[in-house]
């Protein structure tokens, strides 16, 4: 949280000020009140106009800085949310790739959202509440020492107490907080969870099993937010009792003071608001202090923000020269030994195919050429460097993925090829000739600026599957790696792609195949079969 405060300082002091302004203006309007009260004790006519007038004039410059300390802080506040969702993606981008999807999709989206809001309500509205309030009792302290010292004194009993108290919580709704971030995060993947099994529930008739479900998700997330938020009631009335009883004690000093005629008469008409102002800011600074407490496990999740990061693209990684080489690799998952024993060599500008049965290694050895998975033994080199000694970034400079699964963003077609860079018209008409996609925009309605729908729901498997391959080679790496990546395609499209990849000198190709035919076998400069570890005896 500090790292924000300090991040964002400019804006804060800005907001800080025109809300310490605004307070100032109120004990004023205080003061000027006492003298509008003691005028009309006196039965002084013109002074109790002249008083009234003042009053009024303060009171619409009090209501105009409040109006512009909403304003700012709602500036600041949408700063800092923005900062900390950054942040947050950074972290993501931080994570390994194992790392990355070791956690749901649904847990994430709940750190972004939920979470964000979370810290905006338990941290930054009572931190802007704080300042206000430290300057309010600031500003009721100096007006109340202009009456009388013991008056002051009173207040300062009032602050030490207030302090104090909060104290005793601070951990136990540190606790409650870690809780609720929790079960919302856990609650938020089963959510989803639910959600995408809604079809398999209602196929079978399982109506109440969804609202059963659904309504145990509802509560566990409800749950800790209301253990939260009765704990946070509890102590706030428990600080509460100690507030009223210090007013009361206040009045009483201010009482006494004006029957002795140490402060003027009209000082009864708002002593007590300035004490009040006292002990109700501490009261309330002690129910933020909880408050900030239980925000801290919403802070968790931050592992980098943007001044920490490291540049993973800082040093370029020049394209390979000679060959990719593997030597005596092992690889296990979850126990189970994937790849063991593993030596091949990817010559620069080869054409190579991995066969062999489901799980034999072919995704998984796609994974570790583009560094995603660092945990294995053996040695994997591009040209003679390590390839541990690159980052995945500077892997996947060199290098494209077409994986069996597609993904495209719910944006246009055109925006899933360029993924936000800039290509001349030359190089589109390439991309979508070599991809075999042009002939499906024509029957599109916006051609390249037809929207494919959340996750490419608009589009066939094939169409998909052409985008992604257009998206590979428009980005011109040296090197692509095609798991199962014209599987959808028909015989025609995929030998039109296939073709224009093969045909390409300057292409390294690494394509993963279940199934290849003596001919297609022959057009490859190598193919392994990985469940025989060795060149495949039809290879060329």
Not at 490 to 498: H, L, R, S, T
Not at 504 to 529: A, C, G, M, W
Request: net charge negative; with cysteine; charged share 20%.
């Amino acid at each position: 949280m500090n790292y924000y405060i300090k991040k964002h300082w400019k804006k804060i002091a800005l907001t800080s000020t025109f809300g310490l302004l605004g307070e100032g203006t109120y004990v004023i309007l205080q003061l000027i009140l006492m003298q509008t009260f003691n005028a009309a004790i006196n039965l002084d006519f013109r002074g109790f106009l002249l008083w009234t007038a003042a009053e009024v004039v303060g009171y619409m410059i009090y209501l105009t800085l409040a109006a512009v300390e909403g304003i700012m802080e709602a500036r600041t506040v949408r700063a800092m949310n923005n900062q900390v969702r950054h942040d947050l993606y950074l972290s993501l981008l931080d994570k390994t790739h194992t790392a990355y999807h070791s956690q749901d999709t649904g847990e994430y989206i709940s750190w972004l959202t939920t979470n964000v809001k979370q810290i905006e309500h338990l941290a930054w509205a009572p931190f802007f509440s704080c300042v206000q309030k430290i300057g309010l009792i600031v500003w009721c302290i100096l007006a109340l020492i202009s009456l009388h010292w013991l008056m002051l004194a009173a207040g300062l009993i009032s602050a030490a107490v207030m302090l104090i108290v909060p104290k005793l919580f601070q951990k136990r709704m540190e606790r409650l907080g870690d809780a609720c971030a929790s079960a919302e995060a856990e609650g938020v993947s089963r959510l989803k969870d639910l959600l995408s099994g809604f079809d398999v529930l209602r196929t079978f008739g399982l109506a109440d099993h969804f609202l059963d479900q659904g309504d145990a998700v509802s509560d566990q997330i409800e749950k800790p937010n209301c253990r939260r938020s009765s704990t946070q009631s509890s102590l706030s009335c428990f600080t509460g009792f100690f507030s009223v009883s210090l007013q009361i004690f206040q009045e009483v000093v201010t009482v006494a003071l004006a029957f002795q005629g140490k402060i003027i008469l009209g000082a009864m008409a708002s002593a007590s608001n300035l004490t009040a102002g006292i002990v109700n800011g501490l009261c309330t600074i002690a129910n933020h202090r909880m408050s900030l407490s239980s925000a801290k496990p919403y802070f968790k999740n931050i592992t980098v923000h943007a001044g920490e990061a490291r540049d993973k693209d800082s040093e370029d990684t020049a394209p390979i020269s000679d060959a990719i080489t593997i030597e005596n690799l092992d690889f296990q998952y979850s126990g189970r030994t994937i790849l063991q024993s593993l030596s091949l060599q990817f010559k620069k500008g080869g054409k190579y195919a991995l066969i062999g049965p489901s799980g034999c290694g072919k995704s998984t050895l796609l994974k570790l050429l583009l560094g995603w998975l660092p945990d294995y033994s053996g040695v994997i080199r591009f040209d003679d460097k390590d390839a541990k000694d690159f980052t995945p970034e500077q892997l996947q400079q060199q290098m494209s993925y077409i994986e069996q699964n597609v993904f495209l963003f719910n944006s246009t077609i055109r925006d899933n090829i360029t993924l936000g860079g800039t290509f001349d018209d030359e190089q589109m008409e390439k991309a979508l000739r070599d991809s075999a996609l042009a002939g499906d925009l024509a029957s599109m309605p916006d051609g390249l600026d037809t929207i494919v729908g959340e996750e490419g729901s608009s589009l066939s498997g094939g169409q998909k599957q052409r985008v992604a391959i257009a998206r590979a080679l428009i980005h011109d790496r040296s090197i692509l790696l095609v798991d199962e990546g014209t599987s959808a395609l028909d015989q025609k499209n995929a030998d039109i792609v296939e073709k224009s990849l093969l045909a390409n000198p300057e292409l390294t190709l690494i394509l993963v195949s279940h199934h290849l035919t003596l001919e297609r076998k022959e057009q490859f400069t190598q193919v392994y079969d990985l469940q025989l570890a060795a060149p495949h005896p039809q290879s060329a």
